[in-house]
């Protein structure tokens, strides 16, 4: 399974932003996906977490302005984020939940700018 995050940029603060996550190179469904994120210097984590039936679940920071969802017949994962803070500048991915060591992909980067 390859998974390939994309969507990143710059946005400036209190701007929203759509990250999607593609799932290539096998029929497997992923029933459990999430997103999750790295500051630099800073330990990974994970900001969502979605269910197969569509059951959620957020970060702390990520209530009430984060929104994942998944279309599983196109196999994407998608972050809502509105409202963006510079503190959620990181590079975003998505893997399974509990994560896969080799199902990490490059990620993708945004910048929030006040």
């Known amino acids: 399974v390859q998974l390939q995050a994309s969507g990143g940029g710059l946005v400036q603060a209190g701007g929203s932003l759509r990250l999607s996550c593609a799932a290539s190179?096998?029929?497997?469904?992923?029933?459990?996906m999430g997103w999750f994120r790295q500051a630099p210097g800073k330990q990974p984590e994970v900001v969502a977490g979605i269910s197969r039936g569509g059951s959620t679940n957020y970060e702390e920071s990520a209530k009430g302005r984060f929104l994942i969802s998944r279309d599983n017949v196109k196999k994407t994962v998608y972050l809502q984020m509105n409202n963006l803070k510079p503190e959620d500048t990181a590079t975003y991915f998505c893997?399974?939940?509990?994560?896969?060591?080799?199902?990490w992909g490059q990620g993708t980067k945004f910048t929030v700018f006040s």
């Open positions: 190179g096998s029929n497997l469904s992923i029933d459990y």
């Open positions: 893997n399974q939940l509990p994560p896969i060591q080799h199902y």
